[in-house]
Nanobody, 121 residues
Framework: QVQLVESGGGLVQPGGSLRLSCTAS????????MRWYRQAPGKARDLVAA???????NYTDSVKGRFTISRDNAKNTVYLQMNSLKPEDTAVYYC???????????????WGQGTQVTVSS
């Protein structure tokens, strides 16, 4: 019933910028916390940033000062602005959202399909 669709990934040089977007659609009553995770080859999937329904934010230490998470509730969309990118930021980035269904009977976590970000010269 609910789908998360991501966009904005790609290839960028060190020091460059990218903006990722993730839009939720379907039978949605409300969206609570939204998050971005990333997973590099051979490594675990780690939390990058989170934003609550009240727009309180949280970041992992390695991206503080470089990445910014934001949301547009009217569009059911979360963004991740990534500046001063480093090769170690290379990973598949996944969108995650806690969503209350339109029926009011279910609260569930949903995941996007992932989008590749590659930082290389």
């Amino acid at each position: 019933q609910v789908q998360l669709v991501e966009s904005g990934g790609g290839l960028v040089q060190p020091g460059g910028s990218l903006r990722l977007s993730c839009t939720a659609s379907g039978s949605i009553f409300s969206i609570r916390t939204m998050r971005w995770y990333r997973q590099a080859p051979g490594k675990a999937r780690d939390l990058v940033a989170a934003i609550t329904s009240g727009s309180t934010t949280n970041y992992t230490d390695s991206v503080k000062g470089r990445f910014t998470i934001s949301r547009d509730n009217a569009k059911n969309t979360v963004y991740l602005q990534m500046n001063s990118l480093k090769p170690e930021d290379t990973a598949v980035y996944y969108c995650n959202a806690v969503i209350i269904s339109a029926s009011g009977t279910r609260i569930s976590d949903y995941w996007g399909q992932g989008t590749q970000v590659t930082v290389s010269s």
